[in-house]
């Protein structure tokens, strides 16, 4: 089962910018055909952010963070990135990496038996 590490959240101002990071290991190209992130505010449901194919890149994103949000990949490093610019109160949640050797890619598919990441807060203050 590979492993997911995220990095890169914290407390930041509205309007602000902050870089999430993903990395998985160990290598296994089966197991993160798709790749992506959700996030959880509290009493919510988690919900798809971004995703991302990581054979060819092709990126998805949720209507809200369309825009705004860029996810994007290191193939080298093993390694996906979520850029969030403008970023807005209601975005503050905890934020989750997930993959998965699946197809198709898509939010559901990726969420029903992905692995995840430990998740890295993200607060945004008005």
């Known amino acids: 089962q590979v492993q997911l590490v995220e990095s890169g959240g914290g407390s930041v101002q509205a309007g602000d910018s902050l870089r999430l990071s993903c990395t998985a290991s160990?290598?296994?190209?089966?197991?993160?055909?798709?790749m992506g992130w959700f996030r959880q505010a509290p009493g919510k449901e988690r919900e798809g952010v971004a995703r991302?194919?990581?054979?060819?890149?092709?990126?998805n994103y949720a209507g809200s963070v369309k825009g705004r949000f860029t996810v994007s990949q290191n193939k080298v490093k093993d390694t996906i990135y979520l850029e969030m610019n403008d970023l807005k109160p209601a975005d503050t949640a905890i934020y989750y990496c997930?993959?998965?050797?699946?197809?198709?890619?898509?939010?559901?598919?990726?969420?029903?038996?992905?692995?995840w990441g430990q998740g890295t807060q993200v607060t945004v203050s008005s």
């Open positions: 160990p290598r296994n190209y089966y197991s993160t055909t798709c």
């Open positions: 991302i194919l990581t054979a060819d890149g092709t990126t």
């Open positions: 997930a993959a998965r050797g699946i197809w198709p890619c898509t939010f559901s598919t990726l969420k029903d038996g992905g692995a």
